[in-house]
């Protein structure tokens, strides 16, 4: 299993960024897909989920309304769009796979990683 992420980079506060998570060796649909972020000295913190079908989705208060987690199961991707930037959004976002059917927050349900895609923006 792959989790290939990508879209990451060096932005000012109030731009946007979309991340992508391109998976393979799993059958995508199957799994709710995740993103998760750490910044140094701090613990990994779940950032937004969406289940296997794309009809639920979860989001850390702190991003509601300035991120959209979606997903392509024909392309096997999923994505996560930022927008208005701020520099606590500065981390290593990670997209994971969870075998389950809830779009669940916990770092312990995702069973696949990815290698991570650093995200810093300036203020």
């Known amino acids: 299993v792959q989790l290939q992420a990508s879209g990451g980079g060096l932005v000012q506060a109030g731009d946007s960024l979309r991340l992508s998570c391109a998976a393979s060796g799993l059958t995508f649909s199957w799994y709710t897909m995740g993103w998760f972020r750490q910044a140094p000295g701090k613990e990994r913190e779940f950032v937004a989920a969406i289940s296997r079908s794309g009809l639920s989705t979860n989001y850390l208060d702190s991003v509601k309304g300035r991120f959209t987690v979606s997903r392509d199961n024909a392309e096997n991707t999923v994505y996560l769009q930022m927008t208005n930037l701020k520099p606590e959004d500065t981390a290593l976002h990670y997209c994971?796979?969870?075998?389950?059917?809830?779009?669940?927050?916990?770092?312990?349900?995702?069973?696949?990683w990815g290698q991570g895609t650093q995200v810093t923006v300036s203020s």
């Open positions: 994971a796979a969870a075998s389950i059917r809830v779009p669940t927050v916990a770092v312990n349900d995702y069973t696949y």
